[in-house]
């Protein structure tokens, strides 16, 4: 979605991960931390050739450059912040898909705490197709 950039409404209640990550946390890292990187982006692109571009292009088109290192920093940390929203789920947990699992334990050696039944909160990324981008990751394959 091109600018002008929105905060997205986070998927579940400010305080629906408690007691993992607590209502006042959310407020911060949610209304604070997000809602300011995306504030500061539009305020940086206005008028530029970035303010039509979708969000992934303005991070991609202003990467590695020290004139657009703000607009950069600010987009990537606006898209970070909403990835993350997505990939928690409150009341969740279990075992992520075979293939994913194997490449996690080969990958990161992560075997016992990829599981974390007592926590309640669980990566949800197994089911969305952003967890390819895990098998971008060198050494991680899902093909096996
Ligand atoms: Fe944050």
Not at 8 to 31: C, D
Not at 112 to 141: E, F, N
């Amino acid at each position: 979605m091109p600018g002008p950039f929105q905060l997205p409404p986070l998927p579940w209640a400010e305080n629906a991960l408690e007691p993992v990550i607590s209502a006042r946390t959310m407020g911060l890292h949610y209304g604070k931390h997000h809602a300011t990187y995306v504030k500061n982006l539009n305020d940086l692109v206005a008028g530029t050739r970035f303010a039509d571009m979708p969000l992934e292009h303005v991070i991609a088109a202003s990467v590695g450059n020290d004139e657009t290192r703000k607009i950069f920093n600010n987009a990537a940390q606006a898209w970070n912040h909403a990835f993350f929203w997505n990939c928690l789920k409150p009341r969740s947990g279990g075992e992520p898909p075979r293939a994913i699992a194997r490449a996690i334990d080969e990958s990161f050696g992560l075997k016992p705490d990829r599981k974390s039944p007592g926590l309640g909160v669980t990566l949800g990324i197994w089911k969305r197709p952003d967890a390819a981008l895990l098998g971008r990751r060198p050494g991680v394959r899902f093909d096996r």
